[in-house]
C-alpha cells in the first residue's frame, strides 16, 4: 500500500509505508485502527461511559473508550483534560503498538510530550469500577511561557526599607496558563537565581487566570527589603512562576534582574565619659553617644559593649564589662541622629592600674554600616584597688 499515512517516522503495528514527515510538522492522519480520533490541536469528544463499553483491559473492571491521538507535533507538549460530573475520571496515555501505559492522571490533565515513533492512544476510564457517565476530552497543544517582560524599582534604597516594585509579566507561549502561580521577588547580590538569594515578597497571579497567549499583566506590590544587607550595588530578581505551577515550554527566561544600590548607615560613638578613676570591685556610672553619621536610617536593632582593655585597640584580649541593647532607645536612628545611653557599670577585679574604657557601638554587627571600623571610643581610666576598709573588732578581753 502506498497511501500516504503522514506519520512521521512512526512505526505502523501492522504493514504500512511510512512517509518520513519534517518533525515539527503535525501529524495528521489516523492509523487504521478502527478507532475514533482527537485532535491535539484544541480537539474536543463527549462522550460516555456505559456498559456496553469494553473493560480497561489494565483498570480492574472499569469501562472505557479508546481515542487515537492525530494532529500532535513531535516534541511539543499536549495536555489532554478529562472531566465528568458523573465520576471519578482516570485518563491514560497508552502506546498502542505494545498497550503499554506510558501515563495517566486522576481528576487532573495529563501532560505529555509526543516522541518519534509512538503511536498515542488516549483512554478514557474511570478511577473506580464499573463508573458510567457523560465525559468530555479535551486536548491541546503547545504550552504557555511567561516571562518577566518589564519590571522597575527604585535605584536606590536604604535596607530594610519598604519600596515600590512593578512588574509586567507576558505570556509569550502557544497556550494559556490556566494555574494559579505566583510571582516572587529576591534580592540577590548578583543576576542568577539561586538558593543563596533574599526573600523580599511574593504576590498570587490568580486573578490573571487564564493568561492566553500574548496577554500581559503588570502588578504594582510595595515590599520591603531585608536587613542586614551589605552596602551597595545588589539586584532584585522578579521570578515569574516562581513554584512552577505552570507547565511552560520554557522554564528558565523566568527571571528578570533589576540592579539597585542598596544603602546603609554609619555609627559612630562620637563621645564617651567615664570617672578618671574606677575601683576594681565596685560600681562606676558612664555615658556614651552614639551619632548615625550615614545618609540613611538605621533599623535594625544592637548592641552597645563596653571592654577595659590595656589598649585603645579592642581585641579578643579586652574584658567585656558591659553589654546594652541599644535599640530601645536608638532604633530606627535617623541620619544625623544621635542617642545618649548612661549606664552603671559592675567594674570587675581586674588589672590594676593605667588602662582604657572601650565603648562599642553595634558591637555584634547586627547593623550593617558604612564603614564598620570606626565603632570604637577609648577613655583612658585609671582602676584602682579597693581601700581596705577597717571594721571594728572584738578588743581582746583581758582578764
Ligand atoms: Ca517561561
Ligand atoms: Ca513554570
Ligand atoms: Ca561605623
Ligand atoms: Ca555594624
Known sequence: MSEALAIGTRHLPTQGILEITKADEPIHEALELDLSTISAQNGTVNGSLSTNDEINPTRNSAYSDDYQLIDFTLGKLVTLDLSSSNFNTYLQLINVDTGQVISSA?????????????????????????????????????????????????????????????????????????????????????????????YIGNLQAGSQIPLAPGATYTSTQDMALPQQVGAGKQYLLFVGDRNNNIIESSETNNVRAVAIDITVPDLVVTGATAPIALTAGSTAEVSWTVLNQGNVQATHRWYDHIYLSNDQTLDGSDTQVSGFDSGISGTPLLAGDTYTLTKTLNIPNTALGNRYLLFVADADNNQYETNENNNVKAIPVEVKAPDLIITAGSAPVIA
Do not use: C, K
Open 106 to 198: 486522576n481528576n487532573s490533565p495529563l501532560r505529555f510530550t509526543p516522541v518519534d515513533g509512538i503511536n498515542y492512544v488516549v483512554r478514557t476510564t474511570s478511577y473506580y469500577g464499573r463508573e458510567t457517565g457523560t465525559y468530555t476530552l479535551i486536548a491541546t497543544s503547545g504550552a504557555p511561557d511567561l516571562v518577566i517582560t518589564a519590571a522597575t524599582a527604585p535605584s536606590t534604597a536604604p535596607e530594610h526599607s519598604t519600596i515600590s516594585l512593578t512588574w509586567t509579566v507576558t505570556n509569550q507561549g502557544e497556550a494559556a496558563a490556566t494555574n494559579y502561580w505566583y510571582d516572587y521577588v529576591y534580592l540577590s547580590d548578583n543576576t542568577i537565581f539561586d538558593n543563596s538569594d533574599r
